[in-house]
């Protein structure tokens, strides 16, 4: 059983919107850091947002003022609300959580569990 499935990605024309979603289930994330990142073609994957457990985020500085992360406790979902998209956020988006309720970090290899991915294609 997959612990995290993503949705909301699709196509979008450069300067559009996309929210993204990661539903997590079997178990309660609302202890843990929570993250999305993307891996675009011929790149190696990156982090774009995180999230503890209070809420405090950190961002990827491409994104910064573009991107909301945001997460309901409540619904075990994560969010992340894409604005002002460009090309350059072609990528597969993924989320992953790990087991630390603080000082998320924003490299990949800091977190356990991983969804699927979905694809966002942002076209000029």
């Known amino acids: 059983q997959v612990p995290l499935v993503e949705s909301g990605g699709g196509s979008v024309q450069s300067g559009g919107s996309l929210r993204l979603s990661c539903a997590a289930s079997?178990?309660?994330?609302?202890?843990?850091?929570m993250g999305w990142f993307r891996q675009a073609p011929g790149k190696e994957r990156e982090g774009v947002a995180v999230?503890?457990?209070?809420?405090?985020?950190t961002y990827t500085d491409s994104v910064k003022g573009r991107f909301i992360i945001s997460r309901d406790n409540g619904k075990n979902t994560l969010y992340l609300q894409m604005n002002s998209l460009k090309p350059d956020d072609t990528a597969i988006y993924y989320c992953?959580?790990?087991?630390?309720?603080?000082?998320?970090?924003?490299?990949?290899?800091?977190?356990?569990?991983w969804g699927r991915g979905t694809q966002v294609t942002v076209s000029s």
């Open positions: 992953a959580a790990t087991p630390r309720p603080v000082s998320c970090p924003i490299m990949d290899t800091g977190y356990n569990y």
């Open positions: 079997g178990y309660s994330y609302s202890g843990y850091c």
């Open positions: 999230i503890d457990r209070y809420g405090s985020t």
